[in-house]
Each structure stands twice: as structure tokens, then as C-alpha cells.
């Protein structure tokens, strides 16, 4: 039987081929990633605040251990409406005797600061609250307190400096 030269090229075409065939590899291609909710926005009065605890007397400290407290508030405006909750992380540096405290980097001495909600509830450093985001006004308010807070009868006069940053969680 005589074989064509069509015949011979379609035979060695098909040779030549197969072993690509047989040693093809695959890949599989992932694509993932997250929708997220759009963030609130922090009230420009509250992008940077100075709580002032004004002037307190070092005997007042050194009888009863405390100034008086100062509240405040931090405000998120326009939160979008499939965000329902705001959590609010706390961070600075903790008072070395008392770390539910925060150091005061001020001049004072045996003193620090204290920071809680309005219920009373301990807000030291890495404490979490969380707050419902009002669904008309699309705001989270974090209504917050502070005072200066020493051991009686170890301050010395001087300034009280401390600086926390809050970092906030959409939900």
C-alpha cells in the first residue's frame, strides 16, 4: 500500500502533535474581594480635640485622688444607611502604675488621666465601645468623660498632657 505525501504530512502532523496534548497544564484563576460599607465621617470639630480639665488645685487631687470631670463628645456624621453600628477602639499610652489610666506626659507629677463613657464604663487603652447610628440623622455620638486622677497625697503642680487616638469600625 503506497501512502500519499498528504497522507504522510496529515500522519506526521498528528504525531508531531500529540505529545503537546497529552502535557498540557491548567490554571485556575481566583478572584476575590469585599463590598463594603462607605465610612461615616468624623465631625470636623472632632478631627482634632483639646479636652481643657482647667485648673485644679493639688490639694483637691492629693485629698480626694480626682479632678472633676469634663465630657465631651465625638460625633461621625453622614454614616450610610447599611452601617447600624460604630465601634470606637481607644489607644495611647497606659499610666505605667495604673494601666486602665492613661499617662499624662505633662509636667504634674503621680497623676493621670482617665477616660470613660457617660455611664462610667472604664475606656483605658485598646477598650472597645460600641454606638447605634441614629437612622434620621445618620450620626454615631460616642458621649465621653474625663478627669485627672492621682494617688492622694503625691501630686506635685504642673501641666497634664495625654493623647489617645480612636479608631472606628463600620457594622
Do not use: H
Not at 470636623?44 to 485648673?55: E, G, R
Not at 450610610?80 to 504634674?108: F, H, I, Q, W
Amino acid at each position: 500500500m503506497k501512502l500519499s505525501s498528504a497522507s504522510l504530512t496529515l500522519a506526521s502532523v498528528c504525531f508531531l502533535a500529540s505529545p503537546l496534548v497529552i502535557a498540557a497544564d491548567t490554571s485556575t484563576v481566583n478572584i476575590t474581594g469585599n463590598v463594603i460599607a462607605s465610612p461615616c465621617v468624623v465631625d470636623a470639630t472632632n478631627s482634632v480635640m483639646t479636652i481643657n480639665l482647667d485648673d485644679i488645685q493639688a490639694t483637691t487631687l492629693n485629698n480626694d485622688g480626682f479632678g472633676l470631670w469634663k465630657t465631651f463628645a465625638i460625633t461621625l456624621t453622614t454614616c450610610p444607611a447599611s452601617t447600624t453600628n460604630v465601634e470606637m477602639t481607644l489607644s495611647g499610652t497606659p499610666n505605667p502604675v495604673d494601666p486602665t489610666r492613661y499617662k499624662s506626659t505633662g509636667t504634674a507629677t503621680n497623676l493621670s488621666v482617665e477616660l470613660t463613657d457617660n455611664a462610667g464604663v472604664n475606656l483605658g487603652n485598646s477598650k472597645k465601645m460600641t454606638v447605634a447610628v441614629n437612622s434620621s440623622t445618620k450620626q454615631a455620638v460616642f458621649n465621653l468623660k474625663t478627669r485627672a486622677f492621682a494617688t492622694p497625697g503625691t501630686v506635685m503642680p504642673g501641666t497634664i498632657a495625654s493623647s489617645v487616638l480612636a479608631t472606628f469600625v463600620y457594622k
